[in-house]
Every structure is written in C-alpha cells, then in structure tokens.
C-alpha cells in the first residue's frame, strides 16, 4: 500500500466519531488538536490552507500516526478506504 495521499477532515473526523467516541476537536492557529476521551495526549493535525476550513486535505501519513496513536488503526482502516 502506498504510503502517499491524502483525505480529507470530513471524513476523518467521521472516522473518529466511530472508532474514538467522545474525542474532543480543538482549532489552533495552524492546526487542529484532537484529544482522546477521558484525557491523554492530544494529537495535532495541519489544519490545511487558508479558507480550507472542514474541506481541507491532510497527509494519510498523519492520520496513520493519529491512528496508531490512539491505538484505533484497524477501525480507522475499517472506516476509510484510502487508509
């Protein structure tokens, strides 16, 4: 599987409502901070270009990383086909 590409924050943040219920998303200044339900570590996604807002676009490799973070990477896969 390729390791490029890229999806986008609609349908990751659809993903996560399944595999991670009760995650909290917070907007930064240059990214989003996503943090797991009861606590813990938080995880920054790029936020995408300016106006972008939900439309934008992130790297699959970050949301691997999110994924295999929270330890919810077989649901994620489950989820989005491009993962």
């Known amino acids: 599987m390729a390791s490029s590409g890229e999806l986008r924050l609609t349908d990751i943040e659809r993903a996560l409502e399944v595999c991670l219920p009760g995650c ?5 200044v240059h990214r989003w901070h996503i943090y797991p339900p009861g606590g813990g570590a938080a995880f920054y996604l790029p936020k995408g270009g ?6 934008a676009v992130v790297q699959r490799g970050h949301v691997r990383k999110l994924a ?4 919810v990477l ?3 896969q489950a989820e989005l086909d491009a993962l």
Request: glycine share 16%; hydrophobic share 40%.
């Open 68 to 71: 295999r973070q929270f330890d």
């Open 24 to 28: 909290r998303w917070v907007l930064g």
């Open 74 to 76: 077989a649901c994620m």
């Open 50 to 55: 300016h106006g972008a807002g939900r439309r």
